[in-house]
């Protein structure tokens, strides 16, 4: 069965620090794709990042980095010099083909980060 | 390009009742899914359409149905209102079906049962 955990349930830093949103996933596929979405207080979830299970290079864009490993079922993900836009509640999600081929989505309970100036 | 249109953004209902959500996607997509969101729980799946048909469910009561339009348009209703329906719902559009697909979230209805 499908899991996803965030272990952390809300995370509070200062201005310019970076932190690190954890995100352990299960799965019996061997093909699967992990998400990471962000959600501010307007609502709208916002799609950051997918990684396939086939690829584990890491991936930068800007102060976002992502830490994909598959020995750990870990795909984490960092902010460098935070932000307080950066404040929001951060999803992570796993996607596995169901039967007939369709997406099945399994969302984590979210981490919801505050950035203090 | 419009982004996904959740209607309406706020609503009260009174126990018992029942409510009826809508939702437009993105011109183009064909994939509709209903998200629940609650404080403890999180986002739960409750269901996804794709030209017209249900294909997956989430676990929730037969309280919740849906159904998705031939212009791709969803409705969500929730029947016979209980306080513990009480949550943001969240509609996602999607241009396919396949795993690897991104979703393209709306603003969310505010649900609130009294």
């Known amino acids: 069965a499908q899991k996803v955990t965030q272990a952390q349930t809300e995370i509070s830093v200062v201005e310019k620090e970076d932190v690190t949103l954890d995100c352990v996933y299960e799965?019996?596929?061997?093909?699967?794709?992990l998400f990471w979405y962000k959600q501010p207080p307007s609502g709208e979830l916002v799609f950051l990042i997918r990684?396939?299970?086939?690829?584990?290079q890491n991936e930068i864009s800007g102060r976002y980095s992502w830490n994909f490993q598959k020995s750990t079922s870990s795909f984490n993900f960092t902010i460098t010099a935070s932000q307080v836009v950066d404040s929001a509640v951060y999803f992570c999600?796993?996607?596995?083909?169901?039967?007939?081929?369709?997406?099945?989505?399994?969302f984590g309970i979210g981490t919801k980060l505050q950035v203090i100036p | 390009k419009a982004g996904v249109t959740q209607t309406p953004r706020y609503l009260i209902k009174t126990r018992g009742q029942q409510v009826t959500l809508s939702c437009s996607p993105i011109?183009?997509?064909?994939?509709v899914s209903w998200y629940q969101q609650t404080p403890g729980q999180g986002l739960q799946f409750l269901f996804e359409?794709?030209?017209?048909?249900?294909?997956n469910k989430g676990n929730f009561p037969g309280r919740f149905s849906g159904r998705q339009f031939s212009n791709s348009r969803s409705e969500m209703n929730v029947s016979t209102l209980e306080l513990g329906d009480s949550a943001l719902y969240l509609c996602?559009?999607?241009?396919?079906?396949?795993?690897?697909?991104?979703?393209?979230f709306g603003q969310g209805t505010r649900l609130t049962v009294v």
């Open positions: 996602a559009s999607s241009p396919s079906q396949g795993a690897n697909t991104e979703a393209f």
């Open positions: 799965t019996r596929d061997t093909t699967y794709y």
């Open positions: 990684r396939n299970s086939f690829d584990e």
């Open positions: 999600a796993l996607s596995e083909a169901g039967s007939g081929g369709y997406q099945k989505v399994t």
């Open positions: 011109s183009g997509h064909r994939s």
């Open positions: 359409y794709f030209s017209e048909t249900q294909r």
